[in-house]
Each structure stands twice: as structure tokens, then as C-alpha cells.
């Protein structure tokens, strides 16, 4: 896993705000499962996306779902509606996500996060609660087999306090 944290150490340093969701948030709550990429949920401003642009500069980024897989760049001419980045660098593939289905955009998925210290820095993770839903709205092949381990923790896990 050193390539993800690489990815994630740089966005920490260069004060990207994002939370990370998918396959590495599952993995963080106990899932078994092994993933090739990092999810995050990000805002999609201008100064987010440039903290992102300085942060990966030196991993070449590319726009991975495009013919010609161009550089990753926030120029003047760079499309500012965007709802996704799909990006490819050196260190692993990183999916930018504007909204998550079944949570809403990045403000909703930040409301239903929590701050964790990870190995590269206190990092936001999608609470448990919002990552069953999330997969329980995407119903991907992959979401289900996550879907049925992040259940069975929820099982498990000890009521929080406060709860009747």
C-alpha cells in the first residue's frame, strides 16, 4: 500500500480537502479486500484543484478515461464543471469524485466523515453508516462483496455511546 499513501501523504501537504471514500475507506472500517486505487470526495473549487495540481505535479498525472490520456492541469482553459477527475500518476490511479451517489456532494459525504490519524497524517474517512449506503446505491459487483463485509462489522461493532 506505500503507492496510495504517497498519493495521500501529498494531499495532506499541500492542504487538499477531500475525504476518502471507496475501497480504501472499506479497508480502513475492516474489509479484507484489496484495492488498486484511492476514491477521494473533493470540492471541486479552483484552489482545491490547484492544492491537487501542485500535489501530484511531480507523478505526472493524466486523465486516464481520455484517448490521448493528456497532463493533468488547472490552465486557464481548464473546464470549470466539472463533477469528476479520473487520473492516472506514477504512484497508482486516484478517482476525484464531486458527489457520491446515494450521499449527495462533498459537503453532505463531509458531514458523514470522521477525522483519523493514518501513517501519513490525519486523514477524513466516510463514516461506516454512509459507506454501507453509498455501496448499497452503486450495487457494483465489487460494491456488493464490500456491501456483505461492511454489514457484518456493523454487527459487530460495539454501540456508540449514548446510544439506547
Not at 476518502?20 to 479497508?27: E, M
Not at 473533493?42 to 493528456?70: G, I
Amino acid at each position: 500500500m506505500e503507492a496510495p499513501s504517497q498519493i495521500l501523504e501529498r494531499l495532506n501537504r499541500a492542504g487538499v480537502e477531500y475525504v476518502l471514500v471507496g475501497g480504501l475507506a472499506a479497508v480502513f472500517h475492516g474489509v479484507p479486500l484489496v484495492t488498486r486505487d484511492i476514491d477521494v470526495c473533493m470540492p471541486f473549487s479552483e484552489a482545491n484543484l490547484t492544492r491537487l495540481e501542485a500535489a501530484l505535479l511531480d507523478l505526472h498525472p493524466v486523465h486516464r478515461q481520455t484517448p490521448k490520456r493528456l497532463p493533468f492541469s488547472v490552465a486557464a482553459d481548464f473546464p470549470r464543471d466539472l463533477k469528476n477527475l479520473y487520473l492516472s500518476t506514477d504512484c497508482g490511479v486516484l478517482d476525484c469524485l464531486g458527489q457520491i451517489k446515494g450521499l449527495g456532494d462533498f459537503t453532505a459525504v463531509r458531514s458523514r466523515s470522521l477525522v483519523v490519524e493514518l501513517p501519513v497524517g490525519p486523514c477524513r474517512v466516510l463514516e461506516l453508516e454512509a459507506l454501507i449506503i453509498a455501496k448499497q446505491a452503486l450495487n457494483r459487483p465489487h460494491d456488493r462483496l464490500a456491501l456483505t463485509h461492511l454489514e457484518e462489522i456493523r454487527k459487530r461493532k460495539p454501540p456508540s455511546r449514548g446510544a439506547a
